[in-house]
Nanobody, 117 residues
Framework: QINLVESGGGLVQAGGSLRLSCALS?????????MGWYRQAPGKQRERVAI???????NYADPVKGRFTISRDNAKNTVYLQMDSLKPEDTAVYYC??????????WGQGTQVTVSS
């Protein structure tokens, strides 16, 4: 059993920055094939924002390319999402996700990000 705890959300003005953290417990982050950040805005489906593999490869959704950066600190068992140049349309609940085939497909509880115009 693994546990994911997000933090770092809040209220920020458009153009500002936030850094989200996702702390993993119960398993080494190195054993998780893919860690990711997803978001869900009111009335919309959950969408993928960014992922990072245990090999360090990354992938970003088009709306956040060039503005968001996903990274990991293996020693701290933590994944981060640095969000710059935030826009009102980035407002959503952001969720951390961990995936390892046949073992884990786990979500955190989410953290609210609100960007005011």
């Amino acid at each position: 059993q693994i546990n994911l705890v997000e933090s770092g959300g809040g209220l920020v003005q458009a153009g500002g920055s936030l850094r989200l953290s996702c702390a993993l417990s119960g398993r080494s982050i190195l054993s998780i094939n893919v860690m990711g950040w997803y978001r869900q805005a009111p009335g919309k489906q959950r969408e993928r924002v960014a992922i990072i593999t245990n090999g360090g490869g990354t992938n970003y959704a088009d709306p956040v390319k060039g503005r968001f950066t996903i990274s990991r600190d293996n020693a701290k068992n933590t994944v981060y999402l640095q969000m710059d140049s935030l826009k009102p349309e980035d407002t959503a609940v952001y969720y951390c996700h961990a995936y390892r085939p046949f073992e884990y497909d786990s979500w955190g509880q989410g953290t609210q990000v609100t960007v005011s115009s």
